[in-house]
């Protein structure tokens, strides 16, 4: 899970913090471009996480997360025809970059815990702006997105240390204090 951490950190490395210093239409560009690419990168890395930990569950529930999000997304976004800021189709609400984008955040975070959730979500959330500020979605498809996608992972996803019985138990006696872990596989 190391290489999971690693891969977010060099992905929110990359990404184009100087695309404010350009002219406006080059930096809603670069920004639109790196949103694509987070959007793919973001669940790419995951899944090498979960096949390098061999978390089977994890992938199951990642899969089904994955699906779900998909549907409610595409369902959502053909059946209301909202024009997008920049007047390029009627596929604007909700975003589908942020629900990708939530969904892999959440399922970080809620099956892995917070150190693998912080990053994705600042991936994630990255994603959300970078669609507003690309002109490719107003604020209220970013955040039906989100909740979307966050929605999604918070109902299909299970916590790593449930599955493996993970207990953490402090201990004390008169010359001792310590924390006992303890994990089943």
């Not at 899944?47 to 930990?53: D, H, K, R, T």
């Not at 604007?92 to 939530?102: M, Q, W």
């Not at 669609?131 to 790593?160: E, Q, Y």
């Given at each position: 899970?190391?290489r999971?951490?690693a ?10 913090w ?64 909202e ?6 189709n ?32 600042a ?19 970013a ?43």
């Amino acid at each position: 899970m190391k290489r999971i951490t690693a891969i977010l950190a060099a992905l929110a490395l990359a990404l184009p913090w100087n695309a404010m210093s350009q002219e406006p239409s080059g930096s809603r560009k670069a920004v639109a471009t790196s949103t694509d690419i987070c959007v793919v990168a973001l669940p790419v890395a995951t899944l090498a996480g979960v096949l390098i930990a061999k978390d089977w569950k994890g992938l199951a529930e990642g899969a089904i997360t994955a699906g779900a999000t998909a549907a409610a997304t595409l369902i959502l976004k053909y059946s209301i025809k909202e024009l997008r800021p920049d007047g390029s189709n009627t596929h604007s609400f909700p975003s589908g970059h942020t629900s990708v984008s939530f969904a892999t955040a959440t399922f970080l975070q809620k099956r892995y815990g917070w150190k693998f959730g912080v990053p994705a979500y600042a991936v994630a959330g990255y994603v959300a702006w970078g669609r507003v500020f690309a002109r490719k979605h107003h604020w209220w498809d970013a955040a039906a997105g989100a909740l979307i996608g966050a929605g999604c992972a918070f109902v299909f996803t299970t916590p790593f240390a449930r599955d493996h019985e993970l207990s953490i138990t402090p201990m004390a006696d008169c010359c001792y204090t310590g924390v006992s872990a303890q994990l089943t596989f």
